[in-house]
């Protein structure tokens, strides 16, 4: 495993007015944030999706066995497609076999931000649940639970949110990408991040599987770890950011774009249970270019690019030995090679899922288990931040 740590300035909240100073001034005085972008390029170099970049101080919790322990989150928005499965769940599969405590949530709290048809949203936290399972999550390995089920992810926002200022929130990237799509945005997704802190720092997480995108968010919950700690006394360890090195997946039909589950275009997104026929209809109209032969060039030939990533992702081979594969062959002979691949490793997958659909007792009863397990560890944690802030 790859880690790669960069130190953060301590950081003694004082008051909100001395935090947003406090802010500002380590957006001036760290030149590491202005190089994120030069770190993430180094790490597309590594094509291993068992490799992970470590940002942020990682204090060991002493309190669990092997003083590590994972946490993440997904919502349950429908099936995941081909982006999210080598993005983020078969990153997933491979933490559950390297650290001794992982939690995997399905955050339906966090879906409510947008509109919800209750029953729709019922059936995707199962679908997701299947999907989780059908990927490779162990539910003996890992916990598998529904965040809504565990109160205390609500109560602990709460508090948390009466240690964060407005400025600090209305910064952060969720806000700003989804207010001004609607012009407008709902307390929820506003405070978004604070509920996403909670989820992290009530389990006391110390590594935290995220996408670039999501950095800023962990940086606010390490932040109100430093927060809470300053007024109320040591009880949150800092959790490391831990972004995985696989490449992402683009739109099939817009190379310039991440696959995506909302994109109109049908043809632009691989799901998990689309069928081999569906697989190769999809390949086969992805979007190239006028030159023949398959190389890897991200920048002038984004299409092919994209298929040669996730030829050498499904394949679980490098870049250099995808297009080794492809010498000779021109892209049409090429994205049957990359359709063979796809399909071979999503066939069982799709299967598994198509046969726990079938069993909603075995997966409701796997959440059930999973929200205990869960609640188990939450509770007395709550139960010393209530002590704590006066509340008993």
């Known amino acids: 495993m790859f880690f790669y740590q960069i130190a953060e300035t301590r950081l003694p909240p004082l008051s909100f007015q001395s935090h947003r ?152 990237p969720q806000w ?78 817009d190379p310039s774009a991440k696959m995506s589950k909302s994109d109109p275009q049908t043809m632009a997104t691989i799901t998990i249970t689309d069928s081999p026929d569906d697989i190769a209809l999809k390949v086969r109209r992805a979007v190239t270019d006028f030159t023949s032969e398959v190389t890897f060039d991200p920048e002038t030939r984004p299409g092919v690019s994209n298929l040669v990533t996730i030829h050498a992702a499904m394949a679980m081979i490098s870049v250099e030995e995808a297009v080794s594969q492809a010498r000779g062959l021109d892209t049409g002979a090429y994205k049957k090679l990359v359709t063979e691949a796809v399909i071979q490793r999503l066939t069982p997958i799709r299967e598994e899922i198509e046969r726990l659909r079938s069993d909603r007792a075995h997966l409701e009863r796997v959440l059930a288990q999973g929200n205990s397990r869960a609640r188990e560890l939450a509770s007395p944690v709550l139960r010393e931040v209530r002590q704590r802030v006066g509340f008993c």
């Open 176 to 253: 700003k990408m989804k207010s001004k799509q609607k012009n407008e945005g709902s307390v929820g997704l506003y405070t978004y991040p604070v509920l996403q802190a909670a989820d992290i720092l009530l389990y006391k997480s110390t590594h935290v599987p995220v996408g670039e995108d999501q950095v800023q968010h962990l940086e606010l919950a390490q932040d109100l770890a430093r927060i809470f700690n300053h007024h109320y006394g040591d009880l949150f360890p800092g959790p490391c950011a831990l972004l995985s090195s696989t490449r992402k997946v683009k739109s099939l039909r």
């Open 21 to 172: 100073i406090m802010t500002t001034q380590r957006k001036m005085a760290l030149p590491v944030r202005t190089n994120l972008r030069h770190v993430f390029r180094f790490i597309e170099k590594f094509n291993s999706p068992k490799r992970f970049l470590c940002l942020g101080a990682c204090p060991e919790n002493k309190e669990h066995a092997g003083g590590r322990r994972i946490f993440s989150g997904i919502q349950p928005t429908g099936v995941p497609h081909l982006g999210n499965y080598l993005g983020a769940l078969e990153n997933w599969v491979a933490l559950q076999n390297q650290y001794p405590s992982v939690l995997y949530s399905i955050v339906d709290l966090h879906s409510i931000t947008q509109p919800q048809d209750p029953t729709q949203l019922r059936s995707n936290i199962l679908d997701m649940a299947a999907s989780l399972l059908a990927c490779g999550i162990d539910p003996e390995r890992a916990i598998l639970f529904q965040q809504s089920k565990v109160s205390e992810h609500a109560e602990l926002s709460w508090i948390l949110g009466c240690l964060t200022s407005m400025p600090r929130l209305r910064h952060l």
